[in-house]
Structure formats: C-alpha cells, structure tokens
C-alpha cells in the first residue's frame, strides 16, 4: 500500500523567514538558517502536502551561520571524528559544519552562496545512516503498493525510466529516495530531492520489494543480480555524509542487509514504453512471493 499521509514528506508546523521543520523518511529536522529561506523552498514544503502533528523524537536541529570571509574552493572533503560518539567535524566546498555528540545540534558555517538544498541533503543522508536507513541517488516507484527502486549514478538511466514510468505507477523521484528499515521490513520513501524531472511527490512511502539495476540496451531482458552486485550498486549509490568511521561501516551492513531482503534483477532496456510491461512483471512476482 503506497501511503499519502505516511512520515516521509515535509512538516510546515514551524515555518517562517527563516526556520522551517522538515521530516523526511520518519526523521524530523528543524533547519534555522541565517540567511532568508527562499520563497521556492517554501513553496516546496506546501506541495509536499505536509500536515501538522506532533512531531516525533528524537528531533535535530541545524543551525546556519552565513560568513561572508568563508572560502569557497575546498575540493576535498576534510573531515576528522570526535572523542565523543556520533562528534565530528566536516569541511566541505562552501560549508563547514560540526557536532559535539549524537542528537545533539548540529551547526554550519557556510558562504552566503552555498545551496541550502544541498546542505540539508548532506546532513539527511548522515540522518538516515544513524537511523537505519539509506538516502539514494536513484529513480524510485510505487506500482499497486510494491515500492520499486532504481538506484544508478549519472547517465544510468534514472531519468529516462521515470518519464517511461510514470504514466503507469505512482512516481516517487527520478533522483534521490530514502530507505529505512522499520524494525525488518524496508520501507522507501519520497524526498523533496528532485532531478531533471523537478518533480516533488509526496510525502508517500511503501514497502520496497524490487531493486532494479538499470543497464541501457538495445532488447528488453532481466535477469538476478548477484548479492555482491547489488550491495556494490547499493554503497556507489549512496549519499555518503562521511567515508569513515561508524557511518562508513552503516552504509556497508545496511547495503547488504537491504541487498538480503529486497530480489535486486538487473533491467535491460530501451527507451521506449513497452519497457512497462517487463518491468510489471518482476514487480508482480515480488509482491507475490514478498
């Protein structure tokens, strides 16, 4: 069952110039953020179809401080972990951002310029890891309640699947999806991260039951992925918020532990629509054996 009012989309109970609250994928986040919100984030968070409650815990905080001396060109990630467990500190190309200990505030210094899309991205994807669940660079999908997931890097076919796709199921992104196992089952949810598609759904979430591993062809064909590929597929496509420490090692068991649990078949495919029809019929069989 593909659901609408589920954990996964945006909460406006706390919205203003310069503060909103977000919970993606069960995770709630308030971001307070020096510099004005723009008005087409906003204006995201009501097409997220967000609706007021309670919000549940534990919660985060992300404060951003806009430095104007902040120097733009760092084109590696310098990073080093704290004594404390969950501490680190992070510099990356247009902001910096610490934390003392695990839920407690995490706070950015950043360029005016630097893209508050993409500092709350970075911070989910470390959210996600602590909690269970992944943030993927993939095309994801809901057909008669069986969410489907394409992860793939640039040029994989993510894009193209969804526009081939979404005439005929509930699409959830062509970009970024989040997964996160409740107890043993892995849910996918939705995110306000949209690609070439812009599209922003949500907030919805289903139950994942089919890892498909695009490959562009010339014919139509499918076949199992090895566990081993599908857990490499699964980390190259993770968001990683750090290459090491506790994180690192949480994107590698949750790979596999998802790789485990979900059927992965690779999908080899034109760009035409009757791709629909081979990729209806994995989806059914998953859910008839899920």
Same mark, same amino acid.
Not at 126 to 145: D, K, M, P, Q, T
Not at 264 to 271: N, Q, T
């Given at each position: ?7 996964? !989309? ?15 994928? %069960? ?7 020096? +510099? ?30 806009? #430095? ?15 004594? *404390? ?14 934390? #003392? &200990? ?15 899309? !993409?500092?709350?991205?970075? @911070?989910?994807?470390? @959210? ?10 993939? &095309?994801?999908? &809901?057909? =008669? %309640?069986? %969410?489907?997931?394409?992860? !793939? ?13 979404? *005439?005929?199921?509930? @699409? ?22 949209? !690609? ?7 907030? /919805? *979430? ?24 599908? /857990?490499?597929? @699964? ?17 590698? =068991? ?6 485990? =649990?979900?059927? +992965? ?20 069989? &998953?859910? +008839?054996?899920?």
């Amino acid at each position: 069952m593909v659901d609408s009012e589920g954990s996964g !989309g945006l909460d406006c109970t706390d919205m203003s110039e310069h503060q909103i609250t977000l919970s993606i994928a %069960g995770l709630p986040l308030t971001l307070i953020d020096e +510099a004005p919100i723009h008005d087409w984030l906003l204006e995201r968070c009501h097409q997220y179809h967000a609706k007021k409650g309670v919000m549940a815990t534990p919660s985060w905080t992300l404060t951003i401080a806009r #430095n104007e001396q902040f120097k733009i060109g760092q084109e590696q990630l310098i990073y080093q972990l704290g004594d *404390e467990p969950g501490s680190f500190f992070i510099h990356a190309y247009d902001f910096k951002a610490y934390r #003392n &200990a695990c839920h407690e505030s995490i706070t950015v210094e950043a360029h005016p310029d630097a893209a508050i899309i !993409g500092i709350v991205r970075w @911070l989910m994807a470390l @959210l996600l890891v602590e909690n269970g669940g992944l943030l993927v660079h993939s &095309a994801s999908f &809901a057909h =008669r %309640g069986s %969410g489907v997931l394409c992860p !793939g890097v640039s040029g994989a076919g993510k894009s193209t699947m969804s526009k081939l796709v979404r *005439e005929q199921c509930y @699409l959830f992104s062509d970009e970024t999806a989040a997964v996160r196992f409740l107890g043993d089952v892995p849910m996918l949810y939705s995110t306000p991260f949209c !690609g070439e598609l812009g599209l922003v759904s949500g907030p /919805v *979430e289903a139950p994942l039951e089919t890892i498909l591993l695009l490959k562009h062809a010339d014919h139509y064909a499918t076949e199992p992925a090895r566990l081993i590929e599908a /857990v490499s597929t @699964l980390v190259g496509c993770t968001f990683m918020p750090l290459r090491e420490g506790p994180w690192m090692q949480g994107v590698m =068991r949750l790979s596999e532990k998802l790789a485990r =649990r979900v059927p +992965a078949h690779y999908l080899y495919f034109k760009p035409e629509p009757e791709v629909w029809s081979t990729i209806n019929g994995i989806v059914e069989q &998953a859910a +008839a054996t899920a």
